[in-house]
T-cell receptor
């Protein structure tokens, strides 16, 4: 069964600190992997996308990594800000179709 | 700005009532989707439409129906709402061969 699992479920860090969120997937065939950010009361917004051949992709203070051999991805947030408080969702695209497999997300709270 | 909008944003209803959630988009995308989000679970696909005349069931379509009134409009109906349909509902859109999906702000539905 195609699945995407994320850890931790929730995380609290102090402003200015770094953190890393994890994603493991068992989706086949694999097309690409995205990290989405979902602010409270809003829809998810794409942060990064990585295909099979990409290992690292950055978007400002967000850096995603992908290990296609172990089927793991991580999202690293550098120098966290209060506005980083949100849920981060790992989403894997099955094949070349519309079908997306969503993780349940990591809820990040950045405290002053 | 090209956008995805949903109405209503919040709705409280009673068991057995018929409910319609509406989605409109100004992105010019041909594909539209309805998802539901429950606490601790990833988003799950209810229905999707690749064109006005092309509507398909997702993984959890029981108890729901949809209508694609125009390229830009896609509505979701609960014919007879039940409490376990209490959830956050998202509409999303994408272009034909680009599977990045753009999400609306969501509708929080509570069925008493």
């Amino acid at each position: 069964k195609n699945q995407v699992e994320q850890s931790p479920q929730s995380l609290i860090i102090l402003e200015g600190k770094n953190c890393t969120l994890q994603c493991n997937y068992t989706v086949s065939p694999f097309s690409n992997l995205r990290w989405y950010k979902q602010d409270t009361g809003r829809g998810p917004v794409s942060l990064t996308i990585m295909t099979f051949s990409e290992n690292t992709k950055s978007n400002g203070r967000y850096t995603a990594t992908l290990d296609a051999d172990t089927k793991q991805s991580s999202l690293h947030i550098t120098a966290s800000q209060l506005s980083d408080s949100a849920s981060y969702i790992c989403v894997v695209s099955e094949g070349s179709s519309y079908k997306l497999i969503f993780g349940s997300g990591t809820r990040l709270l950045v405290r002053p | 700005d090209a956008d995805v909008t949903q109405t209503p944003r919040n709705r409280i209803t009673k068991t057995g009532k018929r409910i319609m959630l509406e989605c409109s988009q100004t992105k010019g995308h041909d594909r539209m989707y309805w998802y539901r989000q429950d606490p601790g679970l990833g988003l799950r696909l209810i229905y999707y439409s690749f064109d006005v005349k092309d509507i398909n069931k997702g993984e959890i379509s029981d108890g729901y129906s949809v209508s694609r009134q125009a390229q830009a409009k896609f509505s979701l109906s609960l014919e007879s709402a039940i409490p376990n349909q209490t959830a956050l509902y998202f509409c999303a859109t994408s272009k034909g061969y680009d599977n990045e999906q753009f999400f609306g702000p969501g509708t929080r539905l509570t069925v008493l």
